[in-house]
């Protein structure tokens, strides 16, 4: 991962502000805000305080080289809790983010109840867990970038996710910034040992997740495409679209035969993925 110390740092949903922490010691950015959405008293609950606890003691301090500061009950999603910020930060960065499970079927519900409007018709259903996750991160990087990431300033958004279930799922690379002047310009490996002392937490509870193979992935403006490239010479590529040639919801292809398509398609995968994507463009198109 690539951190600048010229940059200001913005991290979001850091569960136990361990990732933050590390941040902060090695890295040294000129300012770095770390945020969780669990108030005080929820994180001290889940995690214990002693992150918390560190990071605001050194933003009580006048002579700490790097800006820092803690902000409780943020959501990334709530515009006006992100208007509470500036814009000057250079990266926004996401962990590892995943809808947290729902207690009920009341609560489910309450989350994903969306209106969609055909013509005069109007109708209510209720999005899967797949579009709610994508809307999560779609949410996050159009608000980074429309009110957090300063216009002058680098112009990097990057979210590291696993490279398992369900993650894999979210067609991270190419779903998240249809319509939007924003694109995924590849990713790298996520090194747990870049950041000492950083455990990646379970969304719900003070749970260490299973070491797995990770990215991270990198965005920007389209108008900054080029000029970033510059700064990642190691980045793996975006995987190859192949539009008839194969099938670009599961990145597959290219097809030798037209019988090798038809039989990637009867396939559960691809099933599976069409149904995703479905109700993703469904999401795209009534939001």
Not at 162 to 176: A, G, H, Q, T
Not at 240 to 264: N, R, V
Request: proline residues 3%.
């Amino acid at each position: 991962m690539v951190i600048n110390k010229e940059w200001s740092v913005l991290t979001i949903g850091d569960g136990d502000l361990s990732f933050s922490r590390s941040i902060f010691d090695n890295y040294k950015p000129k300012k770095l805000t770390a945020t969780v959405l669990d108030s005080v008293n929820e994180l001290t609950s889940k995690y214990g305080s002693e992150h918390l606890d560190y990071l605001q003691k050194q933003s009580d301090g006048v002579l700490n080289e790097v800006d820092c500061q803690v902000v409780t009950e943020f959501d990334i999603t709530d515009l006006d809790k992100v208007r509470q910020l500036t814009q000057e930060y250079d990266l926004v960065i996401f962990q590892f983010p995943l809808v947290p499970n729902f207690s009920s079927q009341g609560e489910f519900q309450q989350h994903t109840k969306t209106r969609t409007q055909i013509g005069s018709q109007s109708s209510e259903q209720f999005l899967s867990i797949n579009t709610i996750n994508r809307r999560l991160l779609r949410l996050f990087l159009i608000n980074s970038f429309d009110c957090l990431l300063a216009q002058d300033g680098a112009q990097l958004a990057y979210i590291s996710s696993k490279d398992v279930k369900p993650y894999i799922e979210w067609d991270i690379e190419y779903s998240l910034t249809k319509e939007t002047e924003l694109s995924c310009i590849g990713s790298m490996e996520f090194i747990t040992e870049q950041f000492p002392g950083y455990k990646i937490r379970n969304v719900d509870r003070d749970k260490h997740v299973k070491d797995t193979a990770s990215l991270t992935y990198v965005w920007t403006s389209n108008h900054n495409r080029e000029a970033r490239l510059d700064l990642f010479p190691a980045m793996n590529p975006l995987p190859t679209l192949f539009g008839e040639l194969g099938c670009d919801i599961c990145h597959a292809g290219p097809f030798e035969t037209e019988q090798e398509k038809t039989s990637h398609q009867a396939g559960k995968k691809h099933k599976r993925m069409s149904e995703y994507e479905a109700q993703w463009q469904g999401y795209l198109q009534s939001s």
